[in-house]
């Protein structure tokens, strides 16, 4: 039996009460916010026992109503129902059930009876919250702290990586803020990170918040290809690093895939094989392969040494392939093996800022097959963490990208080999459903676009339409989170990251400042030069 007097009463159940909901009254100047948590007392068979054990439940809503303050009464009658002390004002709440533990440190479990109305609603003291979610140490992740109490931490599960994960979020609520604080605790925790970077924002993690170094700088590594040009100017990047790939590495087979030349156009997929074994035994680019497609007379003959017709039209049919590739400006004399990006409690950020679509797709399908083969082989003995930031861009419902066959891979299989995939958008719905079904874990934030929320609904069996209707109210930074990382559903508010964030949104106000003292200054410039040099001209 807990001692409830150490707990503050906040009401009663009433009504109708089940395994999963209950309604409380409370005073009014008692009554929880929206949000808060509670904890009732309930009587449950735990391995053969009876127990009495604390049930916590989340306030979903608060209801305040008076049938003597009417919405008929005038204003006049209503001040003297209020001076008179006559009002009647009843406010009680509807609380969702989450769970209990039986033992300090065991798992979560779900009551088979409903609480008996009558008994008493306490404020959840934050002893037992902090219990309800954490972790042992070397398996939780500190990623911030309840919405409602900045006291109570909140950790995710490293373990409930191993079911994937989707972080979804609109623009500027904070998903790759949050995203950054996952990777310094997976860091600390030995893991090994390759993050997927299409516009820049975890380049300056090597920075601290404030400016200078931190104690994870020398863990994180930028990748960037040369064609890239980058959002950020090189020198500002800590350990940057070339990720190259060379075209001449490439074998016939992966030309033809990665250019898209269909498996049924065996003479073009031929006639690329025989102008690559022209080139051979030299270090050479899309360019020179085209080049010899368009020479095909070197070598595209037949053993009497005349000029094969049917060599010759799949090298004519081959040309608009290569050019496309050729177009993907990506390639260059030498290539980064998958190794330098894999290794222990280490951040591999691979920039893909300034690049086109299909070269971002490219580089980042070249890279992900690597992780692939490397841990499916047993090459890399490590989990490795694969954070996909602008999934949209990478695995669209409606059309084959160069790198969707491998994160859909990665999805449904990765997980067997220790290939552990974070999917990051603020477009949802326009994320292949099949792989975002695979993300058994959802950390969520504002959301209000109706087809991106009902994308959510329909990728999680664990978030409830109350869940769902609380999305637009969240503020930046505030976030509900589902699945197999968290013990039960939590909304929570995420902690202030160590690394500097290198995709905060533009500081308008204080760039139209200096753009207000660059024109000032101009202006200074442009009189005292006219007061030296005198107007000369005529006017029209």
């Known amino acids: 039996m807990s001692n409830t007097r150490e707990l503050k009463e906040i009401g009663i159940i009433v009504g109708e009460a089940s395994s ?52 008929e009464s005038d204003p006049d009658a209503l001040r003297r129902i209020i001076a008179a002390q006559l009002d009647d004002t009843r406010t009680w709440g509807k609380a969702r059930v989450l769970g209990y533990l039986a033992e300090p440190g065991s798992r979560i ?244 800022s300034g690049l086109e679509d299909n070269a971002m797709n490219y580089i980042a399908s070249r890279i992900l097959q690597g992780i692939y083969d490397a841990v499916a082989t047993g090459s890399y003995e490590y989990p490795v963490f694969v954070i996909i930031e602008e999934a949209h861009k990478f695995i669209p419902p409606d059309r084959r990208t160069y790198a969707s066959p491998i994160i859909n891979k990665i999805a449904a299989e990765g997980r067997k080999f220790g290939i552990f995939l974070t999917l990051i958008t603020q477009r949802p719905s326009k994320v292949d459903p099949d792989s975002l079904s695979q993300c058994n874990s959802q950390i969520i934030m504002r959301l209000t676009n109706p087809q991106d929320q009902k994308a959510v609904e329909q990728s999680s069996e664990r978030m409830s339409g109350d869940l769902m209707a609380d999305l637009p109210g969240l503020n930046p930074g505030e976030c509900i989170i589902v699945g197999e990382v968290a013990k039960a559903p939590v909304m929570a508010k995420i902690r202030q990251r160590a690394t500097m964030e290198g995709g905060a949104d533009v500081d308008v106000v204080g760039k139209l400042r200096l753009a207000m003292r660059a024109a000032a200054e101009a202006e200074l410039r442009d009189g005292e030069r006219a007061r030296r040099e005198p107007f000369r001209g005529e006017f029209l």
């Open 109 to 352: 479990l779900q009551p088979r009876r409903a609480i008996t109305p009558g008994k008493p609603v306490y404020l959840a003291p934050r002893e037992i919250l902090s219990k309800f979610y954490s972790f042992p140490e070397e398996e939780g992740l500190l990623v911030g702290h309840l919405i409602t109490r900045a006291d109570v931490p909140v950790y995710l599960s490293v373990k409930g990586f191993r079911r994937h994960l989707a972080i979804i979020a609109q623009t500027g609520a904070g998903k790759s803020y949050c995203a950054g604080v996952i990777i310094e605790e997976l860091i600390k925790k030995g893991g090994t990170v390759v993050v997927i970077d299409p516009h820049a924002d975890y380049v300056l993690m090597h920075m601290a918040r404030g400016g200078g170094r931190h104690e994870l700088s020398d863990r994180i590594t930028i990748f960037r290809n040369p064609a890239s040009p980058g959002r950020l100017r090189a020198r500002d990047l800590g350990r940057i690093r070339e990720y190259g790939v060379a075209f001449s590495d490439l074998d016939h087979s992966e030309v033809c895939d990665i250019s898209g030349i269909p498996e049924k156009a065996t003479n073009i997929r031929e006639a690329v094989g025989r102008a690559m074994e022209a080139l051979k035994g030299s270090i050479y680019a899309p360019e020179d392969l085209l080049r010899a497609l368009e020479n095909h007379s070197a070598w595209a003959v037949n053993k009497e040494g005349k000029v094969d017709r049917r060599l010759a039209e799949g090298a004519r049919g081959a040309v608009k392939y290569i050019r496309s590739l050729a177009a993907l400006r990506v390639f260059g004399e030498s290539s980064t093996p998958i190794e330098e990006l894999l290794r222990p409690a280490h951040a591999a950020i691979v920039d893909l």
């Open 20 to 71: 999963s909901e209950f309604i409380f009254v409370s005073r009014a100047d008692e009554c929880p916010p929206k949000w808060e948590y509670l904890v009732a007392f309930s009587r449950e068979e735990v391995d053969g026992r009876w127990l009495e054990v604390p049930v916590i439940a989340q306030v979903e809503a608060i209801v305040s109503a008076s049938q003597a303050l009417s919405k």
